[in-house]
């Protein structure tokens, strides 16, 4: 094949009068657009039927030009061919003979004048006469062209005397390219009242501008392709190539050389053939090849190959398509990633451009260890650098470098990640970690990572105490006296980190850990955001969780009591603290007070606090029968008590959190409520008549 595509000229092949394209004509007709100057009173509409040969004076329509026993001329007008290439003007001519013995003498003639750019010859162009046989005699489909350039002046004579279709029957001139007008003087002479010249369908035509793109050279095996600015038919003039696209009525034609020398492209355009030749190379033998060594994956492979007198080109395939990737005797390939055996290909090229084959040159891959990613390139507080390898396999050796020099340190692969240990590590030492397989020796390299030698966070802050004495299930609050920028700082409860943290802002940071437990210590643990470095900080805080107390009140007949007796008391009625109600009691006769909200604050004595249950007291005449009628007994129990209401009522037995654990409905009178079912403990008794509520307390033991 070959690489070198080349854009020609044309040369071009004008074939009688298949040739060109008609721009002007004279038939001797109305309306014909090459205008007659001169000689339009001998158009004639003689159809010469009983003439010899019959039938011949007209060549197309109605009326022909007619010369008949004189010297008459004809002149047509000059007209405009610019633009125009390969022209040449064609006049059809016919010796008549009114009997059938007489026709053209030698010194009967007809001679045509091509004029142009407004010059007329001083000689005619063509001179058509009779045969020195005398008498010729002929039709329009006699078969001779007489044939010149206009300024080259030719005279045909008719072959023979008498008749005969071996005559000038047309007269064409050719017209030299650059010229802007033709004109078109024609003088026809004969002696004989029974001699007639006939013309008739005197044409100017041109060929088309067409311009052909496509390679002048081609090699064996070669597709070539050829675009026309015209659309017309193609063909080849030898078996030296086939055609592999569709030739008629198009502009586009493309071939494959299949053998031989030479071959020519040729498109017709309106009777004008332009015509391509091509050289044919031949084609260089395929390279030897030499030997190719193994690589591994990740590594380049050099390959050599010889072809006298001629290059190489290296390929490799993608995709169905071989792309050239290097010349000469000796190529490096690029860094192959795949594994197993990889094929390129070699050809030798020569001077003309051609190839040869390709031959396939295989390279054995052995696969490289995986590359596995490095870390450690921080090294915290000038401690020894752990170097880790995120990952290893079985079978490959790993072996640390610092430097780019190995350290003997290897470690064997195991499937999982690997540590490596350097100890008085330098600042700005570069370290990376080899991968070696010893069945293949390949080698991997880690990317280099570069150690940074960074101090720790400061760990010399202090807390605002030493021991944090909180109430049960309270949120522990303290506060660390200082902190460090880009330092973020997590409370660790007992050595476990929480998800409680501060960023250090330079000044003191406050903290707030719940669900503290007595005994608990509390640290931080301080990580520096920047390097990964991290520490714990010296100072630490022992959590005291005291017991928060639980309070029940109760109420009966306007006495409230609650199920403590020591600790502090303040009562509140409506929200408002009742002052001097500290005691364990109240009764709001004596406070005064009367239907609302009551409900206690108790402070036991580790200055824990608890908030009892609210009750909503409403008194009325019936509330204070209702009250002062019921009866519950025994209290405490063991697994029943028994209840004297006045009237239906609802009860309501609750937990100490105030949650419902049994309902039912009571009759008036004695009612027996078992209680087998209740753990031991401390309860809350409500009976309900209408909007009034009676509260107890209940000890089941």
């Known amino acids: 094949m070959k690489i070198k595509i080349l854009t020609a000229l044309l040369f071009i092949i004008c074939k009688g009068i298949l040739f060109g394209q008609q721009i002007y004509f004279q038939g001797f007709e109305l309306g014909d657009n ?11 509409n003689d159809d010469g039927a009983s003439y010899f040969p019959a039938n011949q004076t007209i060549r197309s329509g109605s009326n022909f030009w007619k010369v008949n026993n004189s010297t008459d001329t004809l002149i047509l007008q000059s007209k405009s061919v610019i633009g125009q290439s390969n022209i040449k003007v064609i006049v059809r001519l016919a010796s008549i003979s009114v009997t059938s013995n007489n026709g053209a003498e030698p010194t009967d003639f007809v001679q045509v004048y091509a004029i142009l750019d407004g010059v007329t010859p001083t000689q005619p162009d063509v001179t058509v006469t ?33 008749f005969s279709n071996n005559n000038y029957a047309t007269i064409e001139i050719h017209i030299p390219n650059g010229t802007s007008t033709v004109g078109l003087m ?43 600015t ?36 040729t498109q017709n355009v309106n009777g004008c053939d332009f015509t391509q030749n091509i050289n044919i190379f031949t084609n260089p033998t395929p390279p030897f090849i030499g030997p190719t060594n193994p690589v591994c994956q990740g590594n ?35 860094p192959i990633t795949q594994t197993g055996t990889v094929t390129f290909y070699a050809a030798s090229q020569n001077a003309n451009g051609c190839f040869s084959n390709k031959v ?57 990640p690997l540590h490596f240990v350097i100890s008085n590590p330098i600042q700005g030492s570069t370290v990376a970690i080899s991968a070696f397989e010893p069945n293949s020796g390949c080698t991997t390299f880690t990317d280099t990572i570069t150690l940074n030698l960074v101090n720790l966070p400061n760990n010399f802050y202090a807390f605002n105490v030493d021991t944090l004495v909180i109430c049960e299930n309270e949120v522990g609050n303290f506060s660390l006296n200082g902190s460090q ?51 714990d900080l010296l100072d630490y805080i022992v959590t005291i969780v005291k017991p928060k107390p639980e309070i029940l009140i109760y109420e009966n007949s306007g006495i409230f009591s609650s199920d403590s007796t020591t600790g502090t008391f303040v009562w509140y009625y409506n929200g408002n603290i009742l002052t001097g109600q500290n005691q364990p009691t109240l009764d709001i006769t004596q406070a005064g007070t009367s239907s609302g909200t009551y409900f206690l604050v108790y402070t036991n004595s580790f200055g824990c606090s608890d908030t009892s249950n609210t009750i ?86």
């Not at 090459?34 to 004639?44: F, P």
């Open 230 to 265: 015209h659309i017309g038919n193609w063909s080849l003039n030898n078996s030296s190539a086939t055609a592999v696209s569709n030739p008629n009525n198009s502009n586009f034609f493309q071939i494959v050389i299949v053998n031989g020398t030479s071959v020519s492209v």
């Open 34 to 44: 090459w205008d007659i100057l001169s000689g339009s009173s001998k158009i004639s």
């Open 360 to 416: 396939p040159v295989q390279v054995t891959v052995n696969p490289s260890p995986t590359k596995f990613d490095i870390s450690g390139a921080i090294v915290c507080g000038q401690n020894d650098a752990y170097i880790s390898l995120d990952g290893s396999e079985n079978g490959i050796e790993y072996e640390l470098f610092v430097n780019g020099q190995a350290t003997g340190q290897v470690l064997n692969g195991n499937g999982n």
């Open 130 to 162: 009779g045969s020195t046989s005398n008498n010729s005699r002929w039709g329009y489909n006699a078969s001779l062209v007489g044939t010149t350039t206009a300024g080259n002046p030719a005279t045909f004579a008719s072959p023979q005397g008498g």
């Open 186 to 228: 024609l003088i026809g002479k004969n002696n004989s009242t029974n001699e007639i010249w006939a013309i008739d369908d005197i044409e100017l035509v041109a060929c088309p501008s067409v311009s052909i793109s496509g390679p002048q050279t081609g090699c064996i095996g070669d597709t070539l392709t050829f675009t026309s």
């Open 485 to 535: 920028l880009g330092v973020q700082y997590f409370v660790t409860v007992n050595g476990n980190i929480t998800n409680i943290s501060q960023f250090g802002t330079g000044q003191t940071l406050n903290f707030s850990v719940p669900n503290l437990e007595n005994g608990d210590i509390i640290q931080l643990f301080i990580l520096d955001t920047l390097t990964g470095c991290y520490n």
């Open 300 to 334: 380049s492979a050099v390959l050599t190959a010889n072809s006298p007198n001629n290059s190489v080109l290296w390929f490799e395939e993608i995709g169905g398509n071989y792309i050239i990737i290097g010349t000469g005797n000796s190529f490096t390939t690029p």
């Open 616 to 701: 909503q007291l409403i008194i009325s005449d019936l509330e204070k029968d209702f009250k002062q009628l019921i009866q519950v007994y025994p209290n405490p129990f063991h697994h029943f008590i028994s209840i004297n209401a006045p009237f239906h009522v609802t009860m309501k037995i609750k937990n100490i959190l105030g949650v419902s654990i049994h309902e039912q409905n009571l009759k008036e009178g004695k009612n027996l409520v078992l209680l087998e079912d209740l753990s031991s403990g401390v309860y809350i008794l409500e009976l309900y008549y209408q909007n009034q509520k009676w509260v107890t307390k209940l000890v089941k033991e």
